[in-house]
């Protein structure tokens, strides 16, 4: 039976996609900070306090080799903090917590859990990034946090799929932009969205999945759209 980590289950997005796995009979390690909210035989959820590595190090112990990881951590807003809409609103307190959060979270994640993926099978690291963190698709300006730290973390995953590609031959490493999803992290944003632009996690949750299954080694530290296709750095 396929064993998969899903990290951030806890979320709309993240909680589609253990179901999704579920469903397909897949064998589901599932991390987040918050209670299971369902349960299901083939469901090992594990509460997490946060994702530091002091607090990931005891749950290695206990998870069995992998066959993908699925990491949904990120952040656009919080209480404190909205994405910055011109230069002034800038602050060092943002750009650090973005950083935290959407770049050194999950290339240390990465770091950690690289020795339970196989070494010479198939296998997936998927990290959920997005479309705003491409360089070269930035037309509009603003979102000064959150587009730096997803390009950084995009440039990160391009250079470990580098090095691991020497190491784990078979191992695809892509960061996934999964459109705008009805979750917590898109509300503020969905009033000016058209109705046809803005998905159900479920929807989301298939479309990653699809990407998954159609993963190449050819593919590994690329930036990936919803519908497989690539987008520029």
Known sequence: ????????????????????????????????????????DNLNWRQL??????????ELMHLNDLDGVISTLGMLHNDDFMPEKHLGAVNAAQLRHSFEVN??????????????????????WVQLSAKVGSITDNYLGGWYSYRASKAALNMLLKTASIEL??????LV?????????????????????????????????????QVIENLTTEQSGKLLHWDGTELPY
Do not use: C
């Open 1 to 40: 039976m396929r064993h998969i980590l899903v990290v951030g289950a806890g979320g709309g997005l993240g909680q589609a996609l253990v179901k999704h796995y579920l469903n397909e009979g897949v064998l589901v390690t599932a991390w987040s900070r918050r209670e299971a909210s369902f349960m299901h």
């Open 49 to 58: 306090a946060d994702y530091r590595q002091d607090q990931i190090e005891p």
């Open 103 to 124: 770049t050194i979270l999950p290339i240390l994640l990465l770091q950690q859990l690289v020795s339970k993926l196989p070494r010479k099978q198939p296998a997936f």
């Open 165 to 170: 590609g020497r190491s784990h031959k078979q």
């Open 173 to 209: 490493i892509a960061a996934v932009h999964p459109g705008t999803t009805d979750t917590e992290l898109s509300a503020p944003f969905q009033e000016r969205l058209p109705a046809d632009k803005l998905y159900t996690p479920e929807q989301s949750a298939q479309r990653i999945a």
